[in-house]
């Protein structure tokens, strides 16, 4: 043991943290996802492979074993989608634990809006932006670049607003665009309750590391949805707590 430690270096010891804090960000990122579940499942097919050679289940063996020569390229075309989130999030503060948002009043008034479109039954989807751009989704709306306020966001969304019908997207206390349209999850595991405003809002967090509130006009509820999982049913409260906790600067 004095001689393990003897032997011991400081970059042992980074290199260990580097590892671990790596490790535990890639879980973190893929934690309640599609690719967690896949994963558990390659994790099956390890193991049946295993398996297969300890009871010489040759045939088999032979399968899996094709198989797992090609997990790299397999990985690749599994996890596309999980991949490119996940680099798109190292190259951002988010990454490392530390993510620019909405404070003070700006986030008073987006929860004071989404309250109020809630008890009037109207649907809503409002995209609050962080490190990764949402150019792609602004080009085809329509750019306001105004004040974050809960008058303006309500009017936004009321049926007879011409930009109504799409995202609104707000960016560091301004209102970036409106009518912007969102990619629809492809998540065959997604609730087949949700409607195309819920899709949409996790279509976009699975790419992005936007947090995107829904408010339905059927049941007049507020969700959140973030890195591809939603949250619904949240009240005032909830949505204040976890709002400034996910966006302190």
């Not at 558990?40 to 797992?68: P, R």
């Not at 490119?84 to 809006?113: K, M």
């Not at 665009?177 to 065959?188: D, E, Q, S, V």
């Not at 967090?205 to 973030?226: F, H, L, N, P």
Request: proline share 2%; with cysteine; hydrophobic share 50%.
């Amino acid at each position: 043991m004095l001689e393990l430690l003897s032997n011991f270096r400081i970059q042992d010891a980074i290199d260990i943290a580097i590892i671990a804090f790596v490790i535990y960000r890639i879980i973190d990122l893929i934690r309640g996802t599609r690719a967690a579940q896949m994963l558990l499942g390659l994790a099956v097919v390890f193991l049946t492979f295993l398996s297969s050679q300890y009871f010489d289940l040759y045939t088999l063996n032979w399968i899996l074993g094709n198989f797992l020569s090609s997990i790299l390229l397999v990985i690749v075309v599994i996890f596309q989608d999980d991949i490119r989130r996940a680099l798109t999030q190292v190259g951002t503060r988010s990454f490392f634990g530390t993510e620019p948002g909405i404070q003070g009043q700006d986030l008073e008034e987006i929860i004071r809006a989404a309250v109020s479109l809630a008890s009037k039954r109207i649907g809503a989807l409002i995209v609050l932006q962080r490190e990764v751009g949402l150019n792609e989704y602004i080009e085809v709306g329509t750019r306001l670049d105004a004040r974050v306020s809960k008058e303006l966001i309500t009017s936004i969304f009321l049926p007879p607003s011409p930009i109504h019908d799409g995202a609104l997207i707000i960016h560091r206390g301004r209102i970036i665009a409106a009518g912007c349209f969102l990619p629809l999850t492809t998540n065959p595991h997604v609730s087949k309750t949700l409607g195309t405003r819920h899709r949409a809002a996790i279509g976009l967090t699975e790419e992005t590391d936007a947090i995107v509130i829904v408010i339905s006009e059927e049941e007049g509820a507020i969700s959140m949805v973030r890195e591809g999982r939603i949250t619904r049913d949240v009240d005032a409260g909830t949505l204040r707590t976890t709002l400034q906790r996910l966006l302190k600067a």
